[in-house]
């Protein structure tokens, strides 16, 4: 385990659906964000969230509607989706810094989501 | 938003030297090198992370010439397990409430690591 745990790992569901990804980390991280990957694509920033207040969203569609109720967890909620959507949604989390050197992301594993 | 440029792929065999380069002709002052790992179906794992000159790990060395213009990641006596996507990064800092690091992600390299 990488400190950032998503679940569920793999999941199928259909256009009419509603479906929530999960993220959680023990890190004492303050900042989370979403990515999106898809097939032979360049990582897509979605959602950051810091200190629990969203302060990006990368133009992503509403059927995409994040929730951050701590700094512990984040959610992305699915509803209505398209086939296009399916690809490896990725959680990560950081610590923030106003100077100086970023430890870096600690990303999760990732939820492999299709979408029929 | 510093851009950068790495080769799309790279191959390999165990026991070599690998040396991955990255050019950031637009990098800003305050930025900083970060480099990536991802293994198929997993997130990307942070390797190493400087501002200049020379920084080392247990895992790998990032030379950062003087101009910073570039920036090349080397990977000493790599093994199969090597084989993975890395990626180049150049810290872009939005400094809003808080502060946080902003990191925008390329194509990356593709290592190939044969036996």
């Known amino acids: 385990e990488t400190g950032v745990t998503q679940t569920p790992r793999h999941l199928v569901m259909g256009m009419t659906n509603k479906k929530s990804l999960k993220c959680e980390q023990h890190?004492?991280?303050?900042?989370m964000y979403w990515y999106k990957q898809s097939a032979k694509k360049p990582l897509e920033l979605m959602f950051v969230?810091?200190?629990?207040?969203?302060?990006e969203n990368n133009s992503v569609p509403s059927r995409f509607s994040p929730e951050c109720p701590n700094s512990s967890h984040l959610f992305l909620h699915l509803h209505t989706l398209q086939p296009e959507d399916s690809a490896l949604y990725l959680c990560?989390?950081?610590?923030?810094?106003?100077?100086?050197?970023?430890?870096?992301?600690?990303f999760g594993s990732g939820t492999r989501l299709t979408v029929v | 938003l510093a851009k950068t440029t790495q080769p799309i792929s790279m191959d390999s065999y165990e026991g070599q030297e690998v040396n991955i380069t990255c050019s950031h002709n637009?990098?800003?002052?305050?930025?900083?090198i970060t480099w990536y790992q991802q293994f198929p179906s997993q997130g990307p794992r942070f390797i190493i992370q400087?501002?200049?000159t020379k920084v080392t790990n247990e895992v790998a060395s990032l030379f950062i010439p003087a101009d910073r213009k570039s920036s090349t990641l080397s990977l000493p006596r790599v093994s199969l397990s090597d084989t993975a996507v890395y990626y180049c990064?150049?810290?872009?800092?939005?400094?809003?409430?808080?502060?946080?690091?902003?990191?925008?992600f390329g194509t990356g390299t593709r290592l190939l690591v044969s036996p």
């Open positions: 400087g501002y200049k």
């Open positions: 890190l004492g991280h303050n900042a």
């Open positions: 990560a989390s950081s610590q923030d810094r106003t100077q100086g050197a970023e430890d870096g992301y600690t």
């Open positions: 969230y810091s200190l629990e207040e969203r302060v």
């Open positions: 990064l150049v810290g872009d800092r939005a400094v809003m409430n808080t502060g946080f690091q902003k990191l925008v």
């Open positions: 637009n990098i800003a002052t305050n930025d900083y």
